[in-house]
């Protein structure tokens, strides 16, 4: 399956490592990016959520994403979406059709806080 006919393109932006520190710790590289066309974007519940920390308005915006099936993206990946930067919030689950064992797509939450 290629995703879904009318859906949008999200981006993967994954850090690409050059190396370990001392510590055994990926030293980040350089950003690699690959577009995944045919995504489904829907409000997560709560959509949003705000507050005032340290003087400042903190909003946290989620997304569920659902994304085709054998595409490539972990926990650690972000993404572009709709011009926005967001994180991968847990880990990215198959979603399979309990009526047809079809597996309909991978299912993520993206959540992107500001202030």
């Known amino acids: 399956m290629s995703g879904f006919p ?19 710790n990926d030293l980040p590289g350089t950003v690699e990016e690959h577009p995944v066309h045919g995504c489904v974007i829907a409000p997560a519940s709560p959509g949003w959520n705000g507050e005032v920390t340290g003087g400042q308005d903190t909003v946290t915006a989620s997304l569920n994403v659902y994304l085709p099936p054998d595409t490539d993206v972990r926990p650690t990946d972000r993404l572009t979406i709709r011009g926005a930067r967001f994180e991968v919030h847990g880990a990215p689950t198959l979603y399979r059709s309990p009526f047809t064992g079809h597996r309909v797509g991978l299912h993520l939450t993206a959540r992107r806080t500001t202030g």
């Open 6 to 24: 009318f859906g949008e393109t999200v981006t993967v932006l994954r850090a690409g490592r050059t190396g370990r520190d001392i510590y055994g």
